[in-house]
């Protein structure tokens, strides 16, 4: 059955430093792949989505993210956080375009001034 | 944002009473989900809806059933509320197939409810 895992549950950067969150998925083929951003409170936000093509996918608010299919990850970077990045991170994996999308167990980011 | 609205909002309610919570979107999109969060488990899905009256279960359907009668709204209902379903719960949407779309989901704003 697909997987993903979010190994950091927390994670504690300061503002301004770079920050690489990970996700690894487990699954034969490869699969849809997503990072959502959660602030306390609300629903969750999309960041950015990866279904083909180019292994380096912009999002919004400064993110990136990187498919390496030898790997299986899908690692979320921004090279500088802001204090207003803190929140909770969520990566999520879909096989196909009909089904339904399975996420992490999410990773805390936490902002030092 | 996406057009969901979910209702109601928060909710208190006594174990064993039914309760059930609204998902409402004017996207007119095919998919609709139900997910629930619990600190240390994230989000896990309860069940879905692939069109009007399709529906299928997720990963922790126990104790849930769904209703989808019209595109537009899918209904979340708890039999018998027991205490290990207070949670927050989340409605999403998704539009399916199409060049641009593929199935990213996008969510409500949640539904706390609180079973004592």
């Known amino acids: 059955a697909q997987s993903v895992t979010q190994p950091d549950i927390h994670i504690t950067v300061s503002e301004g430093a770079s920050l690489e969150l990970r996700c690894n998925y487990s699954y034969g083929a490869t699969p849809y792949l997503f990072w959502y951003v959660q602030s306390p409170g609300q629903g969750l936000q999309l960041l950015l989505k990866y279904f083909s093509g180019d292994t380096l996918v912009q999002g919004i608010k400064g993110f990136e993210a990187e498919f390496k299919r030898s790997q299986s990850s899908f690692n979320l970077r921004k090279p500088s956080v802001h204090w207003s990045d803190a929140a909770e991170y969520f990566c999520?994996?879909?096989?196909?375009?009909?089904?339904?999308?399975?996420f992490g167990k999410g990773t805390r980011l936490h902002i030092l001034p | 944002d996406a057009g969901i609205t979910q209702s109601p909002r928060h909710k208190v309610t006594e174990t064993g009473t039914p309760v059930t919570l609204r998902c409402h979107q004017t996207?007119?999109?095919?998919?609709m989900y139900w997910y629930r969060q619990d600190p240390g488990h994230g989000l896990r899905l309860i069940h879905y809806s692939y069109g009007v009256k399709d529906t299928d279960k997720g990963e922790v359907s126990d104790g849930y059933s769904v209703s989808r009668s019209k595109t537009e709204d899918f209904l979340l209902t708890l039999e018998s509320a027991t205490s290990s379903q207070t949670s927050v719960y989340f409605c999403?949407?998704?539009?399916?197939?199409?060049?641009?779309?593929?199935?990213?989901?996008?969510f409500g704003e949640g539904s706390w409810l609180t079973v004592v």
């Open positions: 999403a949407i998704s539009p399916g197939q199409g060049k641009d779309a593929g199935n990213t989901i996008y």
């Open positions: 996207e007119n999109h095919r998919y």
């Open positions: 999520a994996v879909g096989l196909n375009r009909d089904d339904k999308i399975i």
